[in-house]
């Protein structure tokens, strides 16, 4: 019951190389950064950041883990982590025991706050310095259209 595969076009190739490129030296460039600036994983600064930008600075875990596009199991890893720097606290939800909540510390967003303008001066120089605003608006919808299809072959 096996079919022949269908190959990619060399447009398609090209496409799909050209992503793959990104996918591997993106990350590691966004690392380097981090690591050498501010003693943080990629994974780290996202989680520190996202809960920054949250209403009192809290989110259930399980809310957090989609938000940084990680697994719930890696995220708990992470914020273990973040809480022995003080930065991260965790605590059961007030409003639904059997939930846990991250809230960020003041330490943690002192720690975010002095780590943001080094990440974004690199996303800014790698990324959206390369691309016209017309094509900042591209990349959102391709993106996008390319999570939506991941998420409905997830499920």
């Given amino acids: 019951?096996?079919?022949?595969?269908?190959?990619?076009?060399?447009?398609?190739?090209?496409?799909?190389?050209?992503?793959?490129a990104v996918l591997f030296r993106l990350p590691g460039m966004l690392d380097t950064q981090l690591q050498r600036d501010a003693g943080l994983s990629h994974f780290e600064y996202l989680v520190l950041a996202v809960l920054s930008e949250t209403p009192s600075?809290?989110?259930r875990?399980?809310?957090?883990a989609v938000l940084v596009n990680g697994s719930l199991s890696r995220l708990s890893h992470v914020v273990q982590r973040?809480?022995?720097r003080g930065?991260?606290?965790?605590?059961?939800s007030?409003?639904?025991?059997?939930?846990?909540?991250?809230?960020?510390?003041?330490?943690?967003?002192a720690k975010v706050v002095d780590?943001?303008?080094?990440?974004?001066?690199?996303?800014?120089?790698?990324?959206?310095?390369?691309?016209?605003?017309?094509?900042h608006a591209q990349?959102?919808?391709l993106s996008g259209a390319i999570i939506n299809h991941i998420d409905k072959a997830a499920s």
Avoid at 4 to 19: G, K, N, V, Y
Avoid at 116 to 126: I, K, N
Wanted: glycine letters at 6%; zero cysteines.
């Fill in 1 to 20: 019951m096996s079919s022949d595969p269908q190959w990619l076009t060399s447009t398609e190739q090209d496409a799909w190389l050209s992503l793959v």
């Fill in 57 to 59: 600075r809290t989110l």
């Fill in 61 to 64: 875990m399980s809310d957090l």
């Fill in 82 to 84: 973040l809480e022995k």
């Fill in 87 to 92: 930065w991260v606290r965790r605590a059961p």
């Fill in 94 to 109: 007030p409003s639904d025991g059997r939930y846990t909540e991250a809230r960020l510390t003041e330490a943690g967003y």
């Fill in 115 to 135: 780590s943001g303008p080094g990440y974004v001066r690199v996303v800014r120089s790698l990324v959206m310095d390369a691309l016209t605003p017309a094509q």
């Fill in 139 to 141: 990349l959102s919808d």
